[in-house]
Each structure stands twice: as structure tokens, then as C-alpha cells.
């Protein structure tokens, strides 16, 4: 908390910025890392048939808590497949996929393509 100009305690943001890596310096090893897990492939999938900058973290419908979700975002961030800003109380995201695409070219459309087994 800090003090206004009133005098009176003021509520800072509880939560620092989130860090972002860029694409160009993730080892290919951490970006196979990042989309080998089910859940992480359904939130990049979730977001590249979303508009960039729409979709809240506690938006998508996903079998994890808020702890686990946190946690596969901060993986997706530190592979350069997301990108993260708060907006009022929300956390916003949107997919890197023209950064990460010029990084490792055809990975994300091999994640993305629709696996006939799932189907």
C-alpha cells in the first residue's frame, strides 16, 4: 500500500507484471517442453481460434486450479508462446504466433492441426 495525496492508504497492484521470453531466445528443447503437456496444447489451441488480447486467464475450460493454471502459463510465457498483460483485474493473453512461427517454422501448425484421434 501506499499513501495518496490525501493521506490515505491506496491499494497498489497486487501482483507484478508478468515476464516475458522472446521466441528467439527459446532452445527448441523448451519449446517441445512447453507443448508436450495436454493441458498447455489446450490453451495454445484455445487462443489461436481466439482474437489476440480477448481471453482471460479464468476463461479457459481447463482440469486444473488457478495454481496449476498459473503455473502452465508462466511454462507458455517462458517458451515465448504467449504473451500476458493485465488489463483492470484480469490477466489477458494472446498467442505469439507470427514470433514463434519465424523461431521454429511449422511446429505450432503440427500442435494445432486437428488430431484425428481426438476428434
Given at each position: 500500500?501506499?499513501?495518496?495525496?490525501?493521506?490515505?492508504?491506496?491499494?497498489?497492484?497486487?501482483?507484478?507484471?508478468?515476464?516475458?521470453t522472446h521466441p528467439?531466445?527459446?532452445?527448441?528443447?523448451?519449446?517441445?517442453?512447453?507443448?508436450?503437456?495436454?493441458?498447455?496444447?489446450?490453451?495454445?489451441?484455445?487462443?489461436?481460434?481466439?482474437?489476440?488480447?480477448?481471453?482471460?486467464?479464468?476463461?479457459?475450460?481447463?482440469?486444473?486450479?488457478?495454481?496449476?493454471?498459473?503455473?502452465?502459463?508462466?511454462?507458455?510465457?517462458?517458451?515465448?508462446?504467449?504473451?500476458?498483460?493485465?488489463?483492470?483485474?484480469?490477466?489477458?493473453?494472446?498467442?505469439?504466433?507470427?514470433?514463434?512461427?519465424?523461431?521454429f517454422p511449422g511446429?505450432?501448425?503440427?500442435?494445432?492441426?486437428?488430431?484425428?484421434?481426438?476428434?
Amino acid at each position: 500500500m501506499i499513501r495518496g495525496e490525501s493521506g490515505v492508504a491506496e491499494r497498489t497492484s497486487h501482483r507484478a507484471a508478468p515476464e516475458h521470453t522472446h521466441p528467439d531466445d527459446v532452445p527448441v528443447q523448451a519449446a517441445l517442453a512447453a507443448l508436450a503437456d495436454p493441458v498447455r496444447v489446450t490453451l495454445v489451441r484455445e487462443l489461436a481460434d481466439s482474437a489476440e488480447w480477448t481471453r482471460s486467464c479464468g476463461s479457459f475450460d481447463v482440469p486444473v486450479g488457478k495454481a496449476a493454471l498459473s503455473h502452465h502459463f508462466a511454462v507458455l510465457r517462458g517458451a515465448g508462446l504467449v504473451e500476458q498483460r493485465d488489463e483492470g483485474p484480469k490477466r489477458v493473453n494472446r498467442l505469439r504466433r507470427e514470433e514463434f512461427e519465424t523461431r521454429f517454422p511449422g511446429l505450432l501448425d503440427l500442435v494445432l492441426r486437428e488430431d484425428p484421434e481426438r476428434a
